[in-house]
């Protein structure tokens, strides 16, 4: 069970969180001008990492604000919390 | 048979406190203080069970929670027995009533014993290879395997006691109370941390405690004597609590860990009552000390599992602590210098020991020389090839070993005794440390696993840690807590030590016999009956990762876990493999270390209390006029409102006769309810729903229908246009949190730019639907003022008015085809607004109606229920519900999958009516439909989605999932039953008042 620091509230238990998938998939401004493989690549396609993995998390039953998280996945190191928006940070 | 082997008092016994038990029937008696173990050995009692496969007979092994062999059934007799406790965990209390487990019909005499003669049949694999063939025999097999093969019988009845939780935060919590624990507790305490120090066992001090080894003394004085001291001044010290009988069973990241409070096991049944049994613990530490000892390895030999063969460290515990001789003559099997600790012990309380087998060649320790004195017998580098004895040991005999340690020379000697200690070494107990997600290292040299770092938040301190003997452990845990705690000074830096060291090792996982392996039974997992032959068999039928030949042979999946022989079923592998240990790796150890009861996982949280109610407004009501309730998520819905001995299916078909024929009302206050307002609302709409929006008036309403990204129904629902910047969504009942999450996302993480905000009002508004002909004539006796003209108030249009001072919002809207009101009304009035409809519409004949009634009268519309209709692969256009897609919008959620390849397929499976040959029949939902009947295989073209008779047609009717549907329109179909096989047509959706005219009548 992780504790997890919402950048709106503080560090909270994770039954509070609910995980939201892979971040930083930007949901296309044209989805009409997209082949059916671009479009497959942005709706189906996700990454699934042994190590950082960028993922998008809701504090549900808190603010209900969504933000990201770099979290290791090897060893579950919650690396980085930011905010929606902001850019991943760099290792 | 009975005899007392009770050898000395003990300070940890209360002798004065005489207690009476059961075990298999028979009374025994034992003290205060001791443990179901330690009294039966008392009574010199070991055989207390049959191992699984082989049904051979096993004694007590250990004196602890690692206990394999030792598990009984509790309160056999009564409905709410509990299997599987470990008897060297149960402490003795007035009336306490035990028995063995997996046997029959007696733990003397089992008729199961038979399989350890078949051995040579029960290979490793053995229930793999032989019962999957032939298939169709399995029933058979599996009777077998059921009746002879069980640990222990479950409950029949609900656990009348209570359980609870608690949540705990603390700044250090310390596991283990050894004496590693306890200095590390107190100094944390000391210096002003929040320290919670936990034990599994009634008692402080671990294993220090009862240790009579005058080899190790801390300050000139027995190392038991001065830790006894520390452990009084505990008392004193503020920051610190301590719990007892609490057992850690979890360790999960970022230092949260579970454990269980046991609370009234020890009790007489009267002091249990009303009393909290046992309490999870859920405790969130900013930082863990490990200090959970070691476990005393087994030694791997021929025929190693008889009742009275022991860990020789439990034989100790058993005369130190327990004041209890585990046999009459003792033998000592050993390859390090502890198990002459054990044996000294025991001979100076008088006790018999006949001699010690040392498979070392020989040892410089102090302790030799005091054995040698008590003219004990050491037989150096030799090895037990074969014990005897069946339901008790009476013997072994020796060889002695070969130079390489893989085969045995010279004459057998045969030794008599009825109980055999055995030393293996020490594992040290990094289950917690493992779990925690830390990786483990190898320590080739002395062959453990050993944590490989300690961290900011934890370290591993004491023998968990690899740190045996005295010095080490206190020199170690000095220097370590120093620097995790961030303080200058211990207080017990710079006390003096003295103790002996061991510098003579030799280590064999597999001891070799003068039989060959083929006739020997070397176990290695107890409980499951694995020898080192089914692991050497794995190997050689090609498994090679530790985690396969685990589950082929069982080897570890006991209830123990493996926690005795893991090690050396490792080493077995790797020396048959030729691969060294600390590259194959280890067994992952799973949460719980020792078995948790299902009442303190759920605590509290059972009964009504296992989930939340919610309840409508009008609940009281629909009490008082028997309403049946059903349960639509969390809500409790009025599902019919059966009269006197009406049926279910009696009372629907009234309820959906007059809902059409004069008025009917239902309760729609469960209805999902979101608030949106903000500058970009309606183009917020525009891009969540498929429709258009931005052309809707204020004061109409819309239906609307929500795709999730891949094109699929996601929700549905009338969304009401209130002002220019202001509108009211409904939504399902059961999508209603979902819808919200869903929105709130997209408006967050995609569309941040909108001016939108969102509410969830839900619970913010009772509604009363009110349905039929006569429903405007109820309407305007409660709202006389209001113009009810189709002019003034058409149909999707809306209107907030006064009911009695108090504002409501009526949205002309139908799910059933008739005309239809919906009066929302604040919660709190939401009962107020319901009778007076009733009372409005009395001399209408108003009927209550429940969701069994709506789902039919809408099923009669053909409107689809989103989740019973759909179900994630049904788009708009699978449901015929072309009209409501947008063509014109640019973008909207799940658009562009609208047009992918597969989604644009002609022949997906589409929504349809059915109508049954035989009007009288009603298909079931979920049905399979075929085309052919005679074909093998046959083609499955969908399903039955909702199905009813109705009384407004007289005739069964039907919606239905079915591949290529939209073009079989007229088209016979079967509907293959179990007993039957019904024909139906394909027909239109819609079965009633296709044109609509009942919205206006
Ligand atoms: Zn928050």
């Known amino acids: 069970m992780f504790l997890i620091n919402c950048p709106y509230c503080g560090e909270r238990d994770q039954q509070e969180f609910k995980a939201g998938g892979e971040a930083h998939i930007e949901r296309p401004k044209q989805p009409t001008e997209l082949s059916d493989d671009e479009w497959a690549e942005y709706l189906f396609m996700r990454k699934n990492i042994k190590g ?23 060893n579950d190191e919650i690396k980085a919390i930011y905010k929606m928006g902001e850019k991943p940070p760099t290792q | 048979m009975t005899q007392n082997l009770r050898v000395k008092s003990s ?23 001791d443990t179901l173990a330690s009294a039966l050995i008392a009574n010199n009692i070991h055989l207390v069970g049959r191992s699984f496969k082989y049904h051979r007979p096993r004694g007590i092994m250990t004196s602890g929670s690692e206990e394999p062999n030792a598990i009984v059934q509790v309160n056999p007799n009564s409905n709410i027995t509990e299997p599987n406790a470990r008897a060297t965990e149960i402490e003795i209390y007035e009336g306490l009533e035990a028995s063995s487990q997996n046997c029959w019909p007696s733990v003397n005499f089992d008729i199961g014993g038979i399989n350890n003669f078949l051995a040579p049949l029960f290979p490793a694999g053995f229930y793999y290879k032989t019962f999957m063939w032939p298939k169709s025999f399995w029933e058979k097999y599996e009777f077998f ?31 283990g109370a050894g004496i590693s624990g306890i200095l590390a507790a107190k100094n944390a305490a000391k210096n002003n941390f929040k320290t919670l120090l936990l034990d599994e066992k009634n008692e402080l001090g671990g294993s220090t405690i009862f240790e009579a080894n005058e080899d190790n003394k801390i300050n000139h004085n027995s190392a038991s004597e001065w830790l006894k001291k520390e452990i009084n001044e505990l008392k004193n010290i503020k920051n610190l609590e301590i719990k007892t009988r609490t057992s850690v069973a979890a360790y999960h990241q970022y230092n949260y860990l579970l454990a269980r409070e046991n609370l009234t096991d020890h009790l007489v049944k009267k002091d249990k009552k009303n009393k909290i049994r046992q309490r999870l613990l859920k405790i969130r530490a900013k930082k863990v000390i490990l200090a959970t000892g070691a476990l005393e390895r087994p030694l791997i030999f021929n025929n190693n599992d008889r009742p009275g063969i022991m860990l020789s460290s439990a034989i100790k ?7 209890v001789a585990c046999g009459t003559k003792n033998i000592f099997f050993t390859n390090n210098d502890s198990a002459y600790e054990s044996a000294l012990s025991l001979h100076n309380k008088g006790i018999k020991v006949e001699a010690i087998i040392d498979i070392r060649e020989n040892s410089d320790a102090k302790i030799i020389k005091k054995i040698n004195d008590a003219g004990i017998k050491i037989y150096w580098a030799h090895t037990i090839v074969d014990t005897r004895g069946y339901k008790r040991l009476s013997g072994v005999s020796i060889m002695k070993l070969s130079n390489d340690g893989t085969s045995v020379t010279g004459s057998k000697i045969s030794i008599s005794c009825d109980c055999l200690g055995i030393a293996g070494g020490w594992t040290p107990a990094v289950h917690l440390y493992t779990q925690s997600g830390s990786k483990l290292t190898f320590d080739e040299n002395r062959k453990i696993f050993i944590p490989k770092t300690d961290t900011k938040e934890q370290i591993s301190v004491g023998s968990c840690g690899g740190d045996f003997e005295l010095d080490e452990i206190i020199t170690n845990l000095n220097y370590k807590l120093k620097n995790f705690l961030n303080i200058n000074k211990t207080d017990f830096e710079g006390i003096t030590l003295e103790n002996d060291h061991e510098t003579s090792k030799r280590n064999i996982w597999l001891l070799p016999s003068d039989q060959t392996i083929g006739k020997t ?14 692991i050497k068999l794995a190997l050689r039928e090609g498994f090679r990762s530790i985690e396969h030949v685990k589950r082929y042979t069982t080897t570890g999946m006991g209830t123990d876990q493996g926690k005795l022989g893991n090690m050396h079923a490792l080493g077995i592998i790797a020396d048959t493999a030729g691969v060294k240990m600390g590259e194959l790796g280890t067994t992952t150890f799973r949460p719980p270390y020792t078995p948790l009861t299902f009442g303190t996982i759920v605590g509290r949280n059972v009964g009504e209390f296992f989930d939340t109610f919610r309840r409508t407004p009008m609940n009281d009501w629909h009490i008082k006029n028997k309403a049946e309730f059903e349960n639509v998520g969390q809500w409790k819905r009025s599902w019919y409102y059966p009269k006197e001995d009406e049926t279910m299916h009696q009372a629907v078909q009234r309820e959906s006769k007059a809902a059409r024929q004069s008025a009917g009302i239902l309760d729609a206050s469960t209805l999902g309810k979101i608030d949106i307002q903000g500058s970009d609302a309606s183009e917020f709409l525009n891009r969540v729903y498929t429709n258009a929006w931005s052309k809707l008036a204020i004061g109409k309403c819309r239906y609307g229908l929500m795709l999730n990204e891949d094109g699929m129904v996601y929700d549905d629902g009338v969304t009401t246009r209130l002002g220019e910047n202001h509108y009211i969504m409904t939504t399902t009942t059961g999508g209603a949190a979902n819808v919200l999450g869903k929105l709130e996302d997209y408006l967050q993480t995609e569309w941040p730019e909108l001016d939108v905000y969102l509410t969830s009002v839900t619970d913010h508004f009772a509604t009363a639907s009110l349905c039929g002909p006569n429903s405007k004539k109820i309407l305007n006796k409660i709202i006389p003022d209001l113009d009810l003209s189709d002019d003034n108030f058409p149909h999707m249009s809306f209107k907030e008015v006064l009911i009695d001072k108090i504002k409501c919002r009526i949205m002309r809207i139908s799910f059933t085809g008739e005309l239809s009101y919906e009066i929302n009304a604040p919660a709190s009035y939401g ?18 109606y429940g969701t069994e009634t709506m789902h039919l009268l809408r099923a009669e519309k053909g409107f689809i229920i989103v989740g ?19 063509k014109k919008k640019y973008d909207f959620i799940g658009k562009r999958s609208l047009y992918r390849s597969d989604t644009m397929k002609e022949d997906r499976k589409q929504l349809v009516g059915l109508l049954t040959e035989d009007p009288n029949i009603v298909l079931e939902e979920g049905a399979q ?40 329109m007229g088209r016979k179909l079967f509907i293959p039953m179990e007993n039957k096989n019904i024909s139906v047509t394909v027909s239109n959706t819609v079965f009633y008042d296709e044109k609509n005219e009942r919205l206006n009548a």
């Open chain 1, 52 to 74: 950082v993995q960028f993922e998008r998390w809701n504090h549900a039953h808190g603010c209900r604000k969504w933000f990201n998280m770099a979290r290791d996945t090897s």
């Open chain 2, 11 to 33: 300070e940890f016994i209360d002798e004065t406190n005489r207690i009476s038990f059961k075990f298999d029937g028979k009374t025994y008696y034992g003290f205060k203080g």
């Open chain 2, 145 to 175: 395997i059921r009746h002879s093969a069980g640990l222990g019988k479950s409950p029949n009845t609900r656990d009348p006691d209570i359980y609870d939780h608690r949540n705990i935060h603390c700044d250090v919590l310390v596991v």
């Open chain 2, 317 to 323: 515990k058993y005369s130190n602590f327990y004041g």
């Open chain 2, 521 to 534: 039974k070397p176990f290695v997992d107890y409980q499951n009956d694995a020898t080192a032959k089914d």
């Open chain 2, 831 to 848: 009962e107020a607004i319901w009778q007076k409809c009733i009372e409005a519409g009395k001399e209408f004949n108003i009927t209550p």
């Open chain 2, 868 to 886: 019973q209709d759909t179900d994630g692969t049904m788009t708009p256009i699978d449901l015929q519900m072309d009209w409501i897609v947008s």
């Open chain 2, 929 to 968: 439909i075929v085309s052919e009947l005679n074909q093998k295989p046959v083609e499955m073209l969908g399903h039955v989605t909702s199905s009813y008779f109705s009384p407004n047609l007289n005739k069964s009717i039907a919606l239905a999932v079915v591949k290529d549907g939209k073009s079989m």
